[in-house]
């Protein structure tokens, strides 16, 4: 295909296309409406939309919620540009650790530089929002990414 995609801040007029998107992915919506904004981001092919990826802030951390890309545009590296568009917002927010709860795709973030971690090494600002608490199950295999002082030291008590 090798079309360009193109990334923008979602906005509230983006939360049908979102949330249809995340339902074709099995992915959970609640929460979405109240985070879409600064945190969230969409990657757009002219007016499709391509992939959708958010940040929930719980400060000093972030979790990482919401990475859907539509089948026709896997592997075409749009979920790349999407995932180093968040990472850096997340830098540049001051946020010190990125967490991730996911379901058998956590070799896709690896490469990020996520990794693993055990449940019970959650600090208690993810623990305590929506998706860890209740959307997502038991098994659910969590990932932490460092971005700062801080999240080095999170991710090195695994």
């Not at 992915?27 to 959708?52: F, M, Q, R, S």
């Not at 089948?71 to 590296?77: D, E, H, K």
Request: proline share 3%; glycine share 12%; charged share 25%.
């Amino acid at each position: 295909m090798g079309e360009v995609i193109s990334i923008r801040t979602a906005e509230s007029g983006d939360l049908d296309r979102v949330t249809g998107l995340l339902c074709e992915c099995n992915l959970p919506t609640e929460g979405v409406e109240e985070n879409l904004g600064k945190g969230y981001v969409i990657a757009e092919h002219g007016v499709e939309l391509v992939g959708v990826c958010g940040i929930e802030v719980l400060k000093p951390f972030g979790l990482l919620r919401s990475f859907a890309v539509s089948r026709s545009w896997r592997g075409m590296s749009a979920g790349r540009a999407l995932m180093d568009d968040r990472i850096a917002w997340a830098r540049d927010e001051g946020i010190k650790a990125l967490y991730l709860l996911t379901m058998g795709t956590g070799h896709y973030f690896e490469q990020f530089g996520f990794k693993y971690i055990q449940r019970n090494r959650v600090p208690p600002e993810i623990k305590g929002s929506l998706e860890f608490s209740s959307l997502c199950p038991e098994t659910a295999v969590v990932m932490v990414k460092s971005l700062g002082d801080l999240g080095r030291e999170e991710s090195q008590k695994s």
